[in-house]
């Protein structure tokens, strides 16, 4: 009994890589159709960013690579990566002094990861690569589907025959099941909304950001560091309106990530010379301007895009049994959790984990009932899709939303007294009561694989109890010490009170 399907994936990005990997390791038929062309041939633009970015990787996204059928790729993804172990608070004392401030995000120890995402997304096609049942169609942009007959039309980019000044071909290609990893501005997504009631919601924050560079040391000897900040930290300039991060990179350099309102972009762009670039910096991200040297923090300010964030939520993400969207043309979101790739990555595993329950069913029945063993694939998928909307849409929402929520935190709530306290609590009761099971929000989402909507189910708890035990530290001894003095002076009290009633009353009464 032949089951090889013909599974499409529009977009090679890290997410739609694994996808194919995911589908070609259980024997599938895999073209990938990419828009852009191959990403490991130098004169490919990388997709929006000047240089390559550095993202934080960390449990989700590894534990999703790590069931993808290939044990070489972990291993040599993992080998590439800088642990981060905290975030290092940078600011200015009021003498004028600058200071560092780590704060650990794992009280076990626990760490997430600095990756290249170009390296990664190269490795994931490397390995594609040596399968033979995957085929690539790089320069492919898909222009066109239709979901009742399966079909999808794609416009051909060629170099030659475009610089001939030739009309780009089109090409019309068949499938049985399509992945849409087609990135925040899908035209998966948009072609299905023709074909089933999606609910769709998208929102631009009022935040622009654009890259900068802090070069490795240049007279580092064998011994000494290269980086010029600890290479093991995310590195914040909390600013409340603005923030500035840096993420370690292999070669010593760190990529940084300025975040402001489009308005200060505004001003800061109106200043061609970037007089005031430095002085912002200076004034807003102590210590920066001793990292970046000014000429170079106005070049990249000046060269590089500033680029908006979207957040995008939208249900279903599938249709049928034809198609389905993963990543960011699911669920695109603000980058404050560092959740974006990894909760795509972990769309994969949970897809493809309910696919083979429900191809695990036995089809023989069927196919001896007549049934053609296509047509009982296509009932099959069409199961494990609309579960796998069922499932995944509420986790979608919950990262979007807590991404949304991390930015305030990221900006302004790591220095708040109020913050800090609950992890402390939080952290203590982990490490001292184990058998509560507690955590912090971010470790329950950094560091495990529970469910989006659980965790954050599970935070709203821990916090309702946290706060009922305030209230009764604080309260219970207020209330014990009230009912004491009641009892020992009785009769005072109560003379006491009776006055301070009769004095209410004629103050009401002569109103
Ligand atoms: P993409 O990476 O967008 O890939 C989509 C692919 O589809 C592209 O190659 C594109 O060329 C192709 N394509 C588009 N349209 C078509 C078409 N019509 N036909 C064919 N192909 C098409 N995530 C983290 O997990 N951790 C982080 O620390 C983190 N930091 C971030 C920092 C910033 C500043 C930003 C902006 C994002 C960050 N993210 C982070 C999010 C992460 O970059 C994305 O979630 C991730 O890249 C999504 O991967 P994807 O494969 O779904 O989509």
């Known amino acids: 009994m032949d089951s090889r399907q013909k599974v499409v994936v529009v977009g090679a990005g890290p997410v739609g890589s694994l996808a194919a990997l995911y589908a070609a390791s259980r024997g599938d038929d895999v073209e990938i159709y990419e828009l852009r062309g191959d990403l490991r041939d130098p004169s490919t633009t990388p997709l929006n960013f000047t240089r390559s970015i550095n993202l934080a990787l960390s449990e989700r996204g590894i534990n999703a690579m790590r069931h993808a059928g290939q044990p070489k790729l972990i291993e040599h993804v993992m080998a590439a990566t800088i642990p981060m172990r905290g975030r290092m608070i940078h600011g200015i004392r009021p003498n004028g002094d600058l200071y560092e401030a780590p704060q650990d995000y794992d009280v076990h120890g626990r760490t997430i990861f600095a990756i290249d995402r170009g390296g990664l997304n190269k490795r994931l096609l490397d390995i594609l690569e040596e399968m033979p049942n995957v085929k690539f169609f790089f320069n492919h942009k898909l222009t066109g589907a239709d979901f009742q007959r399966n ?11 475009l610089a001939a000044g030739k009309q780009p071909r089109e090409i019309e290609i068949d499938f049985d099941l399509m992945i849409g990893a087609d990135g925040a501005h899908s035209s998966v997504r948009y072609h299905m909304m023709k074909y089933t009631r999606m609910d769709y919601q998208q929102e631009y924050i009022d935040t622009l950001w ?13 011994k000494s560091s290269k980086f010029k900040i600890s290479p093991n930290h995310l590195h914040i300039w909390p600013g ?73 939520k939208c249900k279903p993400h599938h249709c049928s049994s034809s198609v389905v969207i993963v990543g960011d043309a699911a669920h695109a979101m603000v980058p404050f959790y560092g959740q974006g790739m990894n909760a795509g990555l972990e769309d994969v595993r949970i897809l493809f984990g309910i696919l083979d329950k429900h191809a695990a069913v036995d089809s023989s029945m069927a196919t001896e009932a007549g049934v053609p063993i296509a047509a009982t694939r296509a009932a099959q998928r069409e199961l494990a899709l609309a579960e796998y909307t069922a499932v995944r849409v509420p986790d979608a929402h919950a990262i979007n939303d807590l991404a949304l929520q991390n930015y305030i935190e990221m900006r302004a709530s790591v220095l708040s007294p109020v913050y800090r306290l609950r992890k402390f609590l939080e952290e203590s009761l982990s490490v001292y009561v184990p058998r509560l099971g507690w955590q912090t929000k971010y470790s329950r989402v950094s560091f495990g694989n529970e469910r989006y909507s659980e965790v954050v189910a599970k935070s709203e708890h821990q916090g309702r109890v946290l706060v009922r035990g305030l209230i009764g530290a604080v309260g219970l001894p207020l209330i014990s010490g009230g009912l004491f003095l009641y009892f020992r002076y009785r009769r005072a009290v109560e003379v006491s009170l009776r006055e301070l009633l009769r004095g209410l009353a004629g103050f009401l009464n002569s109103r």
Request: charged letters at 20%.
């Open 240 to 312: 409340r309106d603005f923030m500035f991060i840096a993420i370690p990179s292999e070669d010593g350099s760190f990529t940084c990530t300025l975040f402001a309102p489009a308005a200060v972009f505004g001003q800061l762009e109106a200043d061609r010379e970037g007089v005031k670039l430095a002085p912002f910096f200076d004034q807003h991200f102590p210590g920066v301007t001793s990292l970046i040297p000014p000429p170079e923090l106005i070049a990249s300010f000046h060269q590089n895009p500033h680029l908006p964030l979207i957040n995008v």
């Open 210 to 222: 654009c890259e900068f560079q802090i070069q490795p040391k240049k007279d580092s000897g064998s």
């Open 151 to 161: 079909k999808a039309w794609f416009v051909v980019a060629e170099k030659e025959a």
